[in-house]
Each structure stands twice: as structure tokens, then as C-alpha cells.
């Protein structure tokens, strides 16, 4: 479903990625690990086509999508949460929310099912971004992305830096979104036990390059000391 063949990406003249081949199939759900700095959100904007550059092939749904523009790829129905979420601080919730619905090829306002995965957000609705608390940020940062009507949704740390029982709800939500309503899911993830839980499968990067891949069963805890222990 989404597929990258020999990718390099490009900061500049700085080469952050180099020779990913990765493949996801629909419906799958795809842990990308490692360690600060190795690669893992420059991935993601590859994808998006946020990059200065990159080399090789992204194919969605077998068409090459190297050439489309960012709100192409998004319209094709690739939705991404950033790190750091992204919240328009100014913009209340409801405005954040239309956001997404932009990206999608057939916008359907703010559907309704969105806001039942996140029910704060309903009372919400009217207050600035930036008055919510970090997890209530990044539960909106996920309802933007989704009203965009996303085939694969890619999801870089969206756990990182929020307190332990939201996390919970947020695990539980991306859990839902792959097993319940179908969508193929790219986790970056410094959470091994929660990427174990929920993915089919993983990948390790270390300094640009994919350096282990496969089902997660074969996530093992030696791959985890050597590409991931500080
Ligand atoms: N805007 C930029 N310009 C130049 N180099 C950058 C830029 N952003 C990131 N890099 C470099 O690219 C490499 C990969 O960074 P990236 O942010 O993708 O890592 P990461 O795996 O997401 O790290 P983290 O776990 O800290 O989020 C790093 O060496 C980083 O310093
Ligand atoms: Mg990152």
C-alpha cells in the first residue's frame, strides 16, 4: 500500500536517510524505532514530501507518488500527526478540526465518529488550541489528521511528554483506528513494549539507514540493546 524503494533524503547538502526500502500493506500497522536523531521524523517527512530532497521511489496504492506535493499526498490519503502535534495555538479547537477536513477528497465536516474517539474535544470545541493541556493537544493533533480521510496515518512520538493515564487512552485509540476501522498505521515509537502491542510490524533505523526489519515477533530483545539502549 505504501511503498518506499531506495530512498535517500536530503537537508541541504546533508544526506539524513539513506538506501530505505520499506513496504507496508494495507491494513498493516508499522513500528519505526531508534534512537534520538537517527532518522525516524525525517522518514515521516519523507513520506510527506516535506524534505528538501529525496531520491528513490514512494509509491501509494502501486502509483508513484514521488512527484505530488505535499496537500497532493494528503488528499491521496496519507494523514501525519507531527511531533510536537502541530496545534495552531490561535485557532480553537473546532478551526484546528477543519483543518483536516480540507485534506480530504470528499470533506465531510467534522465527522462525527472523529470526535467519539476523543470525547474532551466536544467540550472543547471553542477554546484556543493552545489552552489545552499537552495530551488534549495531541488527541486533537489525531482527530485533524483522521477527518482528512486517511488511507495510512503516520504518527511520529505521539506519546512523548504526555502523563501516564492519557497515554493510555491514546495507545488505546491508535490501536482502535488500525483493528477497528481498518487504517494502516506508521508508529514512530520510543515505547518498545507499546509497538510490540499493537504492530504487525517493525523497523529499526540507525544513522539514516534501516538496520533490522520484519514481523514484530522478531523484534528481539538483543536488537533492542544493541540499536536502541542509550
Ligand atoms: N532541519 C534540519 N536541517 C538539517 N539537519 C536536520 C534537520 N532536522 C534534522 N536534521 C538532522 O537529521 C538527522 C535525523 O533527524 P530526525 O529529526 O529525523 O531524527 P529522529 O530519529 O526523529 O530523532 P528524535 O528521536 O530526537 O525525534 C539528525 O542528525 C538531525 O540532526
Ligand atoms: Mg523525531
Known amino acids: 500500500m505504501l511503498e518506499l524503494a531506495d530512498v535517500d533524503a536530503f537537508y541541504g547538502n546533508s544526506r539524513a536517510l539513506q538506501g530505505i526500502n520499506l513496504k507496508v500493506g494495507a491494513g498493516e500497522f508499522l513500528s519505526v524505532l531508534g534512537r534520538n536523531g537517527v532518522g525516524k521524523t525525517t522518514l515521516m517527512r519523507s513520506i510527506l514530501g516535506l524534505m528538501d530532497r529525496v531520491t528513490g521511489r514512494l509509491a501509494l496504492d502501486g502509483s508513484d507518488i514521488s512527484a505530488l ?78 477527518l482528512a480521510q486517511p488511507k495510512v496515518i503516520l504518527l511520529d512520538e505521539p506519546t512523548e511528554g504526555i502523563q501516564p493515564n492519557i497515554v493510555e487512552q491514546i495507545e488505546d485509540v491508535i490501536t482502535r483506528l488500525n483493528r477497528e476501522h481498518g487504517i494502516t498505521v506508521v508508529l514512530v515509537e520510543q515505547n518498545v513494549a507499546f509497538a510490540r502491542r499493537a504492530s504487525h510490524r517493525f523497523a529499526l533505523l540507525e544513522k539514516g539507514r534501516v538496520v533490522a526489519k520484519g514481523a514484530i515477533a522478531e523484534l528481539t530483545d538483543d536488537l533492542i540493546q544493541r540499536h536502541m539502549a542509550v
Open 69 to 146: 506535493r505535499t496537500y497532493q499526498r494528503a488528499k491521496a490519503g496519507i494523514a501525519y500527526v507531527p511531533q510536537g502535534r502541530g496545534i495552531l495555538p490561535r485557532f480553537t479547537v473546532r478551526e484546528n478540526l477543519m483543518l483536516g477536513t480540507f485534506a480530504a477528497k470528499a470533506p465531510d465536516g467534522i465527522e462525527e465518529w472523529v470526535i467519539d474517539l476523543f470525547p474532551v474535544l466536544k467540550d472543547f470545541l471553542n477554546r484556543y488550541g493552545g489552552n489545552l493541556s499537552g495530551g488534549q493537544q495531541q488527541q486533537l493533533a489525531i482527530a485533524r489528521a483522521l
